[in-house]
Every structure is written in C-alpha cells, then in structure tokens.
T-cell receptor, first 116, second 115 residues
Framework: AQKITQTQPGMFVQEKEAVTLDCTYD???????LFWYKQPSSGEMIFLIY??????QNATEGRYSLNFQKARKSANLVISASQLGDSAMYFC?????????????FGDGTTLTVKP | DTEVTQTPKHLVMGMTNKKSLKCEQH?????MYWYKQKAKKPPELMFV???????INESVPSRFSPECPNSSLLNLHLHALQPEDSALYLC??????????????FGPGTRLTVL
C-alpha cells in the first residue's frame, strides 16, 4: 500500500520569502513517481513538479524545487520568492507502477497563505 | 493544446434527475480519470480508463456510470444521486497508466449540488 503524509494543514509565508511544504511517503513499490499539485480556490489542480524514485538530482521548475531525500522517504516542496498568487492548497502525490498502475495516492494537502 | 475541458462548470440537480458530466482532451493521452473531491480534502479516485477500456472502478455506487466513447472524450452519467454526492468532480488525463512519471493534467472541474 502507498501512503502520503502532509503534516502541515496550514502555512503562512511573507511575500518574497521562501517556504517549504513537507511531504513524507511510504511504499513497497521499487519504482515510483512523486508529484506536487497546486489547487487554487477556483478548483483546478495544477501540476507543479515531478521527481522519479531513481532520479539522482532534485527536480526544479522555475521557483519550485523538490528536496528529495530517498532514505528518509521525504519529498518536500520548496517555493522561492513567494507571490500572492501562490496562496492555494498544495497536494503531494505518488504513483507507483508495479502494484498500483493508474492510481495516484494524495496527501491531505497543505493550505498556503502568502501575506503581503 | 495542453488543456482538459469539462462541462458544465456548475450543476444543480434533484435526486430524481439524470444528468451527464463531460470531459475532453486533445493531447493524445490514453488514460483518463474521474475524481470526486469534497471541500478541503484530497481528490478521491473513482474510475480510470486506459485505452478506452475501464481499468479501475473504486467501488463506486452504480448511480455513477462512466463512459469513454473515444480516446478524447470521457463522460460521467449521473442518476438518482444523493445529497452527499455533492462535490467537485475532476477529470484528468495522462499519457498512459504504465509509466509512473506521467503527470496528470486536470480539468477545471464540475461543482455538483444535489438537492
């Protein structure tokens, strides 16, 4: 079985500062992918960044980077230079191949509020 | 075109009504998904279609009936719903279900209210 844990229900950050959203995972699948999605109040889920279990380097996409620590089973999202538009709910998700093809496991989410 | 479209955006229906949600993508993806999402909760997987065949049904009640007429289109037929079925219904697509690096592209969702 797969499990994603996001321990921060809500986070606040000052505009232009960096923020880290925590995500830990558990899986028996030797090959898996980790994803972060952003969901503004409008409802649409927006893909942000992906990290593969065999990737040696941490993924980066613009202001988003993923701090992947495989031994600790953590995949934290770092948002640099926060903007007001970053205020949203953020979900960490996992997809395996061997045991759960087609299924994504989502964490409970973290609501991020950026203060001006 | 990297967009998943969903219609309608909002839907209000009575418990005896029959309605359908529609989802479309033109990215050539061969996997399509339906999720149900309650407020402040993660999306819950309902159905997965792979190459136009139903691959996963997460024990969804029969009052929800999915249909995949072709590789670009996914419908969710609704009949005799309950008030607890009120939620945001999200459609998503990905290249396929075999590779774990395929991100899902989500549509904007349909906000459903059952009276």
């Amino acid at each position: 079985a797969q499990k994603i844990t996001q321990t921060q229900p809500g986070m606040f950050v000052q505009e232009k500062e960096a923020v880290t959203l925590d995500c830990t995972y558990d899986t028996s699948d030797p090959s898996y992918g980790l994803f972060w999605y952003k969901q503004p109040s409008s409802g649409e889920m927006i893909f942000l960044i992906y990290q593969g279990s065999y990737d040696q380097q941490n993924a980066t996409e613009g202001r988003y980077s993923l701090n992947f620590q495989k031994a600790r089973k953590s995949a934290n999202l770092v948002i640099s230079a926060s903007q007001l538009g970053d205020s949203a709910m953020y979900f960490c998700a996992m997809r395996g191949v061997n045991t759960n093809a087609g299924k994504s496991t989502f964490g409970d989410g973290t609501t991020l509020t950026v203060k001006p | 075109d990297t967009e998943v479209t969903q219609t309608p955006k909002h839907l209000v229906m009575g418990m005896t009504n029959k309605k359908s949600l529609k989802c479309e993508q033109h990215m050539g993806h061969r996997a399509m998904y339906w999720y149900k999402q309650k407020a402040k909760k993660p999306p819950e997987l309902m159905f997965v279609y792979s190459y136009e065949k139903l691959s996963i049904n997460e024990s969804v009640p029969s009052r929800f009936s999915p249909e995949c007429p072709n590789s670009s289109l996914l419908n969710l037929h609704l009949h005799a719903l309950q008030p607890e079925d009120s939620a945001l219904y999200l459609c998503a697509s990905s290249q396929d279900i075999q590779r774990n690096y395929n991100e899902q592209f989500f549509g904007p969702g349909t906000r459903l209210t059952v009276l």
